[in-house]
């Protein structure tokens, strides 16, 4: 019951900047901003590939914390295995697209930010890929170690966000600048994934040493 409070609580927090990033993407896509942006270029490319990452990146903020819950997979596995696939898939455009964006047109932080983003799209490609395998492949243990690493990535955009908006509140915006040079921007270019990847490997890895030591009979 925990695990579907605090899921869906998350859900919730999460839903209006998958709204923000939707409308966003679909404004863009029909060429109907509000106002004009920089992120609305002069190329057809670059802009279909990052209006659509930020609908597809929407879906997958939005429905990846109900993944985590293990009650809801037991009773609707078929709900589980169908909604894994559209995440999955999902994530894969949206990763791609933001990739195509990096490399057509680069990000508003220059090369750091474009070797952060980039690295982020990389591995939320590698972790969805992962975990479908495993999933099919049967190995249920290493699907849900690839599937906590890929939630992790898959709701960081919206962490990437709320770090900022708490470094605001919290400093009033010290090393940070309007073209994302200052210190502080530079580390966020990493540090709204990375630190939270190191986490889930060592939590996987004290949760094997405890199931080793229960086997071994030394727990
Ligand atoms: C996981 C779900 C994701 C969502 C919901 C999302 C959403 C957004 C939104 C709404 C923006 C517009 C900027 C803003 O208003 O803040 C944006 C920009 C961007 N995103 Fe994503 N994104 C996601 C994942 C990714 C991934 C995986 C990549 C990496 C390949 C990526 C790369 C970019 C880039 C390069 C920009 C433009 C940065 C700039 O120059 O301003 N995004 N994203």
């Not at 942006?37 to 990452?53: G, P, V």
């Not at 990389?122 to 975990?131: D, Q």
């Not at 470094?167 to 600048?177: I, K, P, V």
Request: net charge positive; with cysteine.
């Amino acid at each position: 019951m925990t695990r579907i409070i605090t899921m869906s609580l998350l859900a919730l927090l999460m839903l209006p900047f998958a709204l923000y990033s939707v409308d966003f993407g679909q404004g863009g896509l029909r060429d109907r901003l509000a106002e004009p942006h920089y992120l609305q270029t002069d190329s057809a490319s670059a802009n279909l590939a990052l209006f659509s990452h930020m609908i597809l990146g929407g879906i997958v903020t939005c429905l990846v914390p109900f993944q985590l819950i293990g009650r809801l997979r037991d009773r609707y596995p078929q709900a589980h295995r169908w909604s894994g696939r559209l995440i999955a898939l999902s994530a894969l455009v949206t990763a791609f697209g933001g990739l195509v964006f990096i490399t057509l047109k680069g990000t508003i932080g220059g090369a750091v930010m474009d070797a952060g983003f980039a690295l982020y799209g990389a591995l939320l490609l590698l972790t969805a890929g992962m975990a479908w395998r495993m999933a099919r492949q049967g190995d249920f243990e290493r699907h849900r170690a690839w599937a906590l690493r890929f939630f992790w990535l898959a709701i960081g955009s919206w962490l990437y966000r709320v770090q900022y908006g708490l470094w605001y509140l919290a400093t009033d915006g010290l090393w940070s600048e309007p073209d994302f040079s200052g210190s502080f921007d530079l580390a966020m270019n990493f540090a709204f994934y990375l630190p939270y990847l190191i986490g889930v490997e060592i939590y996987l890895r004290m949760k094997k040493g405890n199931t080793d030591s229960v086997l071994r009979g030394t727990a």
